[in-house]
């Protein structure tokens, strides 16, 4: 009997809340358990045990004309992304702008070089087959990669500061930070992509590599800020919590939906992330109804389980096999580019001791934007290239999936912000 879509979706709430009580019996996150589980549901393990998986293929990545679980993961990170918004409040930023101004720029450009130099120099024992000049290839994919590397993951940083309840400085700076790096990596990957196109002779025209990745972030905003008055407005109709959250979500698997829309390569595609997360940044700052983020706070347990899950049913051997010495390094130049960076940010601009020590290891979370770079990135380069691209990030991907939430944990925790 094969696994239909609505009970897989029953398996996975269910299995994931046993993964996250038994993470919680040995202190780890939640997060890390439902993770944990998906990896175990994965049709990748299951195969190699010569076992049919319980959760086909299909159902979590989705095929042409049967896109399966994923627009439960687009929701998710959609609720995601808009309470990452709602905790971005006017006047905390302000106290925190000088350190915010400096630390953004350092953990990401940290990441963006370390990672370059690391693959540049490795290049010729980590890229085989490539078949070109080391300064043709090996560099001008290190640089991509290394942009891509400055993406940071909102879900798992969410889920961890939402399960202990985490208040302080520390919190209130890594929310800010993870909010705005993902449009510093659409920016940094555009110029990288840019620049790898004049070494390696590609032809990827001028308004694709600089016009448009502007005009997808501040689409993308625009549309969210357009969205958020909007929630404002309607909610004055809905008299009850329960009406306030069929509102609210409607609302924003709305937006997600119109994101959506727009794809269709990267010339069009708008960022549901960075959509409503200025949705949640407009409610939370201009609308006097404190309820709209609460009635979406109860409910948000399930939406972390479905979408770590399903992020951890992702994992795939085969990747692993293929690049995992190559996902290795992008991880470990990645996080040493973090921590460095945020703590020279936060040593320049006098930011609090927690911050200066802790900050680094809560910015080590990556997926959603990484791996779609990844795949537009694939499309820029030759074919062997590509894969061999999107192999490596994934691989990096699964790797951060399992080590950074207890990181943050341990960050949050250390700085004495965690309840």
Same mark, same amino acid.
Request: hydrophobic share 55%; glycine share 10%.
């Given at each position: ?7 897989? *979706? ?26 944990? *589980? ?8 299951? $195969? ?10 299909? /159902?979590?990545?989705? @095929? ?67 078949? +070109? ?6 560099? =001008? ?10 993406? +940071?993951?909102?879900?798992? +940083?969410? =889920? ?6 985490? %208040? ?5 700076? &890594? ?17 990288? #992509? $840019? ?16 016009? &448009? ?16 008055? #909007?929630? *404002? ?8 919590? @329960? ?8 609302? #924003? ?6 994101? %959506? ?24 700052? /201009?609308?006097?109804? @404190? ?44 996080? #040493?580019? %973090? ?9 320049? $601009? ?61 960050? *949050? +925790? %250390? ?5």
């Amino acid at each position: 009997m094969e696994t239909n879509l609505i009970l897989s *979706i029953g398996i996975i709430i269910v299995v994931g809340f046993f993964g996250g009580v038994l993470a919680r019996k040995v202190k780890f996150p939640r997060v890390t358990g439902y993770i944990v *589980i998906g990896i175990l549901l994965s049709p990748s393990l299951w $195969s190699l045990l010569g076992l049919s998986p319980i959760v086909p293929q299909k /159902w979590i990545i989705g @095929e042409a004309g049967n896109p399966g679980l994923t627009p439960i993961t687009d929701i998710a990170l959609g609720i995601i992304a808009y309470l990452v918004g709602g905790s971005l409040r006017l006047k905390d930023l302000r106290q925190l702008e000088k350190t915010i101004i400096w630390i953004v720029p350092f953990q990401a450009f940290g990441a963006w070089i370390l990672v370059t130099l690391l693959l540049s120099l490795l290049g010729p024992f980590v890229f085989e087959g490539s078949g +070109t000049a080391p300064y043709q290839t090996y560099f =001008a994919v290190a640089l991509v990669i290394g942009a891509i590397s400055c993406a +940071t993951a909102p879900a798992a +940083t969410m =889920a961890i500061i939402r399960e202990y309840k985490a %208040k302080g400085p520390l919190t209130s700076t &890594l929310l800010a930070v993870v909010a705005i790096d993902d449009a510093i990596a659409v920016i940094a990957f555009a110029v990288a #992509l $840019s620049v790898s196109s004049a070494i390696t002779g590609g032809n990827i025209p001028l308004h694709q590599m600089i016009v &448009l990745p502007f005009v997808q972030i501040f689409g993308s905003i625009g549309l969210g800020i357009a969205f958020g008055y #909007l929630m *404002i407005k309607i909610v004055k109709l809905a008299r009850t919590r @329960e009406l306030l959250l069929v509102i609210i979500l409607g609302m #924003l698997v709305l937006c997600i939906g119109l994101c %959506k829309c727009a794809e269709g390569g990267f010339d069009l595609s708008l960022s549901y992330i960075l959509a409503t997360m200025s949705a949640g940044f407009i409610v939370t700052n /201009w609308a006097k109804r @404190e309820e709209m983020f609460s009635v979406v706070e109860e409910i948000e347990e399930v939406v972390f389980a479905m979408f770590f899950v399903l992020a951890g049913m992702r994992f795939d051997l085969g990747v692993m096999r293929i690049a995992g010495l190559i996902g290795l390094i992008i991880f470990l130049g990645r996080c #040493l580019g %973090k921590f460095v960076g945020a703590k020279a940010g936060a040593t320049i $601009s006098h930011a609090p001791d927690p911050v200066k020590k802790y900050l680094g290891f809560g910015l080590l979370p990556t997926a959603g934007v990484a791996v779609g770079l990844a795949l537009l990135a694939g499309r820029a380069f030759s074919p062997a290239i590509g894969m061999l691209i999107i192999n490596a990030v994934l691989a990096s991907v699964i790797i951060n999936e399992l080590i950074a939430p207890p990181l943050t944990k341990y960050a *949050i +925790t %250390k700085a004495g912000e965690a309840t």
